[in-house]
């Protein structure tokens, strides 16, 4: 097809963005990046390993169009990285064998092949009509040749290549690319107390929260009063004059500020003026990745052209491990920069036919990152010569040239590398995958193309309890639609072993989660047949459990997470670093209940107090009425030390005999006097007790600041907010009475607009809770009739006289948009939010709140993927050294690479043993309690002062003597039996002990745990 007609047959636009699908990346990206996105057709020439990986990101992404060019036959070496190639493609065009299994992952990108015949490189000609050019792997003369028409004519052009464990990238996207948001943060906002009129204008904030802002930053303003002029006022330039304070400049022909309002960042355009390749290659500008190899930059870029001019000068590329070749390699880069490292040169020149998918994956994910801000002007990107390696990813023992040279393998692009004895070790690996999610694809697709586990001794388990849901499909690409509801371990470990059939028979997948009630399966022999663990887990309970199991265990532990555009990377090697446990981020900031309850000011607290009502209507009250149909007696026992016993036996009465539904329309009156009750008068009871014009004890308006003086909401079924309210809430309800629902909002507005609603008069005397530190005062007086609730019981048929009857509590799923569940926590918060003029959010943004989406983008997941790997080929190696290991941060959006060494195990001391989480002491043949104390008292001068076993205290010195007596000569497992008066479960060998000691001088001591074998 020529290109002109391929340019006209790519106007197939998508109308509306499937929130469904996108929903994870939305959260990143945000619909108007990904509108432009939609507009962007994108070319991609080269698709060996690292076309293909950038090629499916972009595709996962969903652009407007890919089209591929690659008329190269396939070789059996491109199976090393190109993982949608297969051993029967081998001589057909990469393109044409490629692009098919391409189309599959995204049903609204379009995948073209731009054909051509073997030996034709891309041309200008083929090139016009796209938005953004990537060439993987192009000859440096026809990277010049297409940059300088791209530059000229505001097409984006980027030019990557990895060579073994190397890789380089070239942005350009023109002489004057805009940035519409450089670091994709949420703009910052904060409420002030107070602006000075003078020509500086100082700007005071709320003492309670720091502003975050930089010198720089813009700002508008919303809601002051007094100095009115702020208001939606053009974006202010700031500087910033401390943690509370910031200048806005001359305020001094402004109105005087009396109190109150907001500031807003305002994020600006920022325009980025890139050069073209043929300037850059003489004046590059460098972004490093690793700020302890500060001049590898300058070398690699005098290495990658001296590779270029080889290649053009002999026709082939540098032999594995070649000196001869290496020293020519060498001449040539000294020649573009005399100052260039040698040894690192020549290792590039020994690697320079290595293709390895790990760094495939880095290069890849950042190179398609870099596509998407090319066609969205989301976040900053790359300027603009990136190189990047792992060299301390090599064997200790380097390999030879012999061991280099290809075996006509798919693994011949590794073996180049690392050699191959190596190879055969990595085969011969065995590892345990926890969670087979967006990390564990990528996770999976990497150590199928390594063949890790390929060997004879090797295998690979992977366990994830969870099946594939529509959500998945755009970062968990080893799913289609058709496995949707399947397993994914089940499903991700048949499609790696497709891509690499050497994994047939050689991968476990396991639907057992990884937590104490699994331990009979995870147990030693388990630990025992394995080499290490890798992490691929969405939860920090699940990844703690796994840490404390490697520490138990003494196997190394891969850790990695993402969130959004960031991403990191934890080694944890025995006896070595630090476990995941050693350090934990600081507990999230709760909003006080007070503010969540009466005082919201910010669109959070709505949601999060409609994510509690949605429980309080829907939930509880139905698990409470099933209780007392099933649990004999539930009143007595369960809420006799409640202190709420009249509220709770009135929500039972309430749910189960008064107000129970018989039909759909009673649903309806039931969510229109809720209506009522919330938005109108609790309101109005608020304003009875604190009236607007009340005044605080420091004779300041009660109603300033971050209190709101909220306003009752009037029904009026014509708003669509409330009659989203009065659907939702009446569907739920139905849902909890076994009735049918109803959607037709005619039927809706008929109903509730004929509802009679019941006067409201305020009480007097209702406390309202103005701080964290006052009590929380129930609405029902429960102290003064706490007896009354035995008559009111009277009410309540007997559970007996219903058998079988049961109420159907709702379970809160966010993803399925047919269940009314986000459409309530939405309208409910949103009617919230007018009552307090609170701007409202929509369902997209109210979904991430009350759900606790994580943003998650499937080029941050390939490249955190590929650092994790870069560890694991040291782990297989046996490196010994903190220095040799690496931990990783990105963030994706700046672009930024943070590495460091790993924390060192902390160590302890006891007498003159010094000793780490590592360590612990061991007895075999379950020895007796009195054996266990004489133990430590005459091997290590220590004296037992307790010894305790998970939470079961097993002996301590102040217990009785008779006690002591029984107890002391046990055997451990009879001890554990005896206090804790349940059996050792069968598939326990050891007990897990932990004792207080103290040492000759009577000091106290810490010890390690201690293992008991019974």
């Known amino acids: 097809m020529a290109a002109t007609n391929l340019a006209s047959a790519m106007d197939v636009d998508e109308a509306a963005i499937d929130e469904g699908l996108y929903s994870r990346q939305l959260y990143v990206l945000g619909h108007e990046a990904m509108k432009r996105m939609a507009a962007s057709n994108v070319l991609i020439v080269g698709l060996k390993g690292l076309g293909v990986e950038i090629a499916k990101n972009v595709i996962l992404a969903g652009v407007k169009s890919v089209t591929v060019y690659d008329p190269e036959p396939v070789e059996i070496a491109d199976l090393s990285t190109q993982f949608f190639l297969r051993q029967e493609d081998v001589g057909k065009s990469r393109a044409e064998a490629a692009a098919p299994r391409l189309a599959e992952l995204n049903a609204y990108v379009p995948v073209r092949n731009l054909g051509g015949q073997p030996g034709q490189e891309i041309t200008v000609e083929l090139i016009k009509g796209f938005q953004a050019v990537v060439l993987c792997g192009a000859s440096l003369s026809k990277q010049v040749e297409i940059n300088d028409?791209?530059?000229?004519?505001?097409?984006?052009?980027?030019?990557?290549?990895?060579?073994?464990?190397?890789?380089?990238?070239?942005?350009?996207?023109g002489p004057k690319f805009t940035c519409v948001d450089p670091t994709g943060e949420q703009p910052l906002t904060g409420m002030i107390v107070s602006v000075d009129k003078d020509s500086e204008g100082l700007v005071t904030c709320l003492d309670e929260t720091r502003h975050g802002l930089e010198d720089g930053d813009f700002v508008t303003f919303t809601e002051v009063q007094g100095m009115t002029e702020l208001n939606g006022c053009e974006p202010r330039k700031i500087s910033v004059k401390g943690p509370y304070t910031f200048n806005i400049g001359d305020t001094s022909n402004l109105g005087d500020y009396i109190r109150g309002g907001i500031f807003t960042q305002v994020k600006m355009p920022k325009i980025i003026e890139f050069k073209s390749l043929r300037q850059s290659l003489k004046e590059p500008e460098f972004f490093v990745t690793d700020f302890a190899k500060f001049d590898r930059p300058a070398t690699l870029h005098a290495g990658f052209q001296a590779l270029a001019e080889f290649k053009a000068q002999q026709q082939r590329n540098p032999r594995p491990r070649n000196a001869e070749d290496a020293a020519q390699v060498v001449s040539l880069a000294k020649k573009i920069d005399p100052e260039a490292d040698e040894k690192v040169l020549a290792e590039l020149s020994y690697q320079a036919t290595g293709d390895v998918s790990p760094i495939v994956a880095v290069i890849g994910g950042f190179v398609a990152q870099e596509v998407l801000k090319a066609c969205s002007a989301k976040f900053h990107p790359m300027v603009q010569n990136m190189y990047f390696d792992s060299l301390e990813s090599l064997p200790s023992a380097l390999p030879t040239e012999a061991d280099c040279q290809p075996i006509g393998s798919r693994y011949d692009g590794q073996i180049a590398v690392f050699g191959r004895s190596f190879q055969e070790k990595i085969g011969n690996h065995r590892q345990f995958l926890v969670g087979s999610g967006a990390i564990g694809c990528e996770m999976l697709k990497n150590w199928s193309m390594m063949g890790l586990a390929s060997g004879p001794k090797g295998k690979i388990h992977v366990t994830d309890l969870d099946t594939i849901e529509k959500s998945n499909l755009n970062r968990q690409f080893l799913f289609r639609s058709k496995d949707l509801g399947q397993f994914k371990a089940v499903v991700a470990a048949a499609a790696v072993a497709a891509m690499n059939p050497d994994l047939v028979g050689k991968i476990d997948s396991k639907q057992d989660p990884v937590g104490p009630e699994t331990e009979n399966v995870y147990d030693q022999d388990f630990f025992d047949g394995i080499d290490g663990v890798t992490n691929a887990l969405d939860n920090v309970k699940a990844r703690l459990?796994?840490?404390?199991?490697?520490?138990?265990?003494?196997?190394?532990?891969?850790?990695?997470?993402?969130?959004?555009?960031?991403?990191?990377?934890?080694?944890?090697?025995?006896?070595?670093?630090?476990?995941?446990?050693?350090?934990?981020?600081?507990p999230e900031k709760e909003t006080p209940s007070c503010t969540v309850k009466n005082f919201p000011n910010a669109i959070q607290h709505t949601i999060e107090w409609s994510r509690s009502e949605f429980d309080n209507l829907f939930v509880k009250p139905l698990q409470a009425v099933n209780a007392y149909l099933t649990e004999p007696n539930y009143l007595e026992s369960n809420l006799k030390y409640s202190g709420q016993q009249k509220e709770q036996v009135e929500q039972i009465v309430s749910f189960l005999v008064s107000d129970k539904p018989l039909t759909f329309e009673e649903c309806i009156i039931w969510a229109r006097l809720q209506f009522e009750e919330k938005y109108n008068n609790s309101i109005r009871q608020l304003l009875f007790s604190l009236p607007k014009?009340?005044?605080?004890?420091?004779?300041?308006?009660?109603?300033?600041?971050?209190?709101?003086?909220?306003?009752?909401?009037?029904?009026?079924?014509?708003?669509?907010?409330?009659?989203?309210?009065?659907?939702?809430?009446?569907?739920?309800?139905a849902f909890n009475y076994g009735l049918r629902g109803e959607t037709n909002p005619a039927v809706f507005k008929k109903v509730a607009d004929s509802v009679l609603v019941p006067e409201f008069t305020p009480r007097s005397g209702v406390k309202v809770q103005i701080n964290e530190n006052e009590p929380v005062q129930n609405d029902a007086s429960a102290a003064s009739d706490g007896d009354d609730w035995t008559d009111l019981a009277k009410k309540l048929p007997s559970p007996s006289s219903m058998p079988g009857y049961r109420l159907n509590p709702v379970e809160f799923e966010k993803d399925d948009d047919s269940n009314h569940h986000i459409d309530f926590i939405t309208a409910a918060s949103n009617l919230r939010a007018m009552n307090y003029n609170i701007t409202i959010a929509d369902r997209h943004t109210t979904k991430q709140i009350a759900g606790k989406i994580i943003p998650a983008i499937a080029t941050t997941t390939s490249l955190v993927t590929g650092l994790v790997c870069l560890e694991l080929y040291k782990v297989i190696d046996g490196k010994n050294t903190l220095e040799e290991y690496k931990n990783g941060f990105v963030n994706l959006a700046l672009p930024f690479f943070g590495f460091s060494e790993p924390i060192a195990a902390k160590k302890s001391k006891y007498g003159e043993t010094d000793w780490t989480l590592w360590d612990r002491f061991e007895f075999k043949n379950d020895p007796t309690l009195r054996e266990f104390v004489d133990f430590f008292r005459n091997q290590h001068k220590l004296d037992v002062s307790m010894v305790s076993q998970g939470v079961s205290m097993l002996w301590s010195s102040f217990v009785g003597k008779k006690k002591s007596e029984e107890r002391l000569p046990m055997k451990f497992s009879k001890l554990v039996e005896h206090v804790s008066k349940k059996p050792v479960p069968s598939h326990t060998k050891h007990l897990i002990v932990e004792i207080m000691a103290s040492d000759e001088e009577g000091e106290d001591v810490e010890v390690p745990f201690i293992v008991v074998r019974i």
């Not at 944890?572 to 350090?583: A, Q």
């Not at 420091?698 to 306003?711: H, I, L, T, V, Y």
């Open 149 to 173: 028409w791209t530059h000229a004519n505001g097409v984006h052009f980027i030019a990557a290549e990895t060579r073994g464990l190397f890789g380089s990238v070239f942005n350009d996207f």
């Open 545 to 586: 459990y796994m840490d404390q199991r490697c520490v138990f265990y003494l196997k190394p532990l891969l850790e990695s997470g993402t969130l959004g555009t960031k991403g990191n990377t934890q080694v944890i090697i025995p006896h070595l670093t630090e476990s995941y446990s050693s350090s934990q981020d600081p």
């Open 693 to 733: 014009d009340a005044v605080a004890s420091n004779g300041q308006p009660f109603w300033s600041g971050p209190k709101r003086a909220p306003e009752p909401l009037t029904f009026d079924s014509n708003d669509s907010t409330h009659l989203a309210y009065i659907i939702a809430a009446a569907n739920l309800h």
